[in-house]
């Protein structure tokens, strides 16, 4: 019993400084990352997320970078009604390869950390309030819907060791006409 109460202590602990390492992608390059992806895996452990779980499609982005190294993401949000588009708007932090954002969902100001990117092929990125693991995502980037098996692992992997559970990571199919074909680029 004293086992165990230590052990669900230390996995506390390991969960709240779990953040603390993560680096962001070595030389990241704003310029390099900027275009068109698709988010073809998600791991976000928050109870409120569990009753779209399984309406969540493989959604496709644009980042744009701004002059002053800030960033606008355009992302198209496939639901059972309509096919939105929603801006984000990246700042720019001291750290290349870290940004910070208002979500306006959860009304605070969230880290995101690019953590690794080839820029051609994949890019996994982490979406986190220091301290409170409700709200902390790893997702999975892809410049096109299929990425391979080795770089999914690698996504499961970081999700798990950043706390999140095995069930928690999704990697949905893609979007159904979102955007619209025509107005794909
Ligand atoms: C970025 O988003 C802001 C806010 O919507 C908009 O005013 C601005 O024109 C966008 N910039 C680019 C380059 O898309
Ligand atoms: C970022 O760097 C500038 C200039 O070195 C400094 O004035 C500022 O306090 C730093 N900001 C943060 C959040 O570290
Ligand atoms: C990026 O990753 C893909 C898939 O793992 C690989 O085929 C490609 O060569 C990598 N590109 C670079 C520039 O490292």
């Keep these: 019993m004293g086992t165990t109460a230590v052990t669900v202590v230390m996995v506390m602990l390991c969960g709240i400084m779990v953040h603390a390492d993560v680096k962001p992608q070595k030389d990241f390059n704003l310029q390099r990352f900027a275009g068109k992806w698709y988010r073809v895996g998600l791991a976000y452990d928050s109870p409120r997320f569990l009753p779209y779980r399984d309406m969540l499609r493989a959604s496709m982005g644009i980042i744009t970078p701004l002059p002053n190294g800030n960033v606008n993401l355009t992302m198209w949000d496939a639901t059972t009604l309509s096919c939105q588009t929603k801006l984000y708007q990246y700042e720019k932090t001291n750290v290349s390869g870290q940004f910070i954002y208002f979500s306006t969902t959860h009304n605070m100001i969230k880290d995101i950390t690019v953590v690794e990117t080839n820029y051609t092929d994949y890019a996994l990125v982490l979406k986190h309030k220091e301290f409170n693991r409700e709200y902390t995502q790893v997702a999975l980037y892809g410049r ?33 006409n979102c955007p619209p074909a025509e107005s794909e680029c």
Excluded: C, H, M, W
């Excluded at 080795?150 to 893609?174: H, M, N, W």
């Design 144 to 176: 096109t819907l299929k990425v391979r098996n080795y770089v999914i692992q690698k996504f499961k992997d970081f999700a798990v060791s950043q706390g999140l559970s095995r069930e928690s990571i999704l990697t949905p199919p893609p979007a159904e």
